[in-house]
């Protein structure tokens, strides 16, 4: 794992905007809400418990072809009952974080533009691997820097979400 006179070393190398050497920890990056991704692109929300939401970061980065990128809770939004999830970033993948918030709390939690929300880790791979994320022809988020959905599972996912509508509907009746 990089540690942090690492990360800044090759900061050039791997974020293409939205760096900021206040964010960097001992061993990780603390990346921050750039939209709040609903149809309005709020700047702040408030979350019920119980509701999520994704949201995209400030940071617009690649990664480099020895490194994995894996996205971690900060302690501090755990403790308040946010849980955020994201996905591990392989090699060669150009992208801004794409983040699922759930408020697990009962309370309401407010969330803002600007926020660190989670933490990148910078795993160092035994060895670069002979395909990266970008050149794989089933890579569907690759140069992803605006909100895609659910990208080329677009017309999969929509019918499973019209199947399980139809089925809660049928358990209602």
């Not at 190398?13 to 206040?22: A, L």
């Not at 603390?30 to 995209?56: A, C, Y």
């Not at 803002?112 to 933490?119: S, T």
Request: charged fraction near 30%; glycine fraction near 6%.
């Amino acid at each position: 794992m990089l540690v942090d006179k690492e990360i800044r070393n090759r900061k050039d190398e791997i974020f293409q905007n939205g760096f900021n050497e206040e964010n960097l920890g001992c061993i990780s990056y603390d990346i921050r809400i750039g939209k709040i991704l609903r149809k309005e692109h709020e700047t702040d929300l408030i979350l019920n418990p119980g509701e999520f939401v994704m949201v995209q970061s400030e940071e617009e980065f690649c990664v480099p072809k020895d490194l994995a990128v894996i996205v971690g809770e900060k302690n501090s939004l755990m403790r308040t009952g946010l849980i955020v999830n994201g996905p591990t970033y392989f090699p060669g993948h150009h992208t801004k974080a794409y983040l699922r918030v759930l408020n697990a709390s009962n309370n309401k939690i407010t969330i803002r533009k600007d926020d660190k929300i989670a933490q990148l880790f910078f795993e160092q791979l035994s060895q670069i691997p002979d395909q990266l994320y970008q050149s794989n022809p089933s890579s569907s988020f690759s140069d992803e820097t605006e909100y895609r959905e659910y990208g080329r599972y677009d017309e999969a996912y929509k019918t499973r979400i019209t199947e399980m509508e139809t089925m809660t509907e049928s358990l209602k009746n």
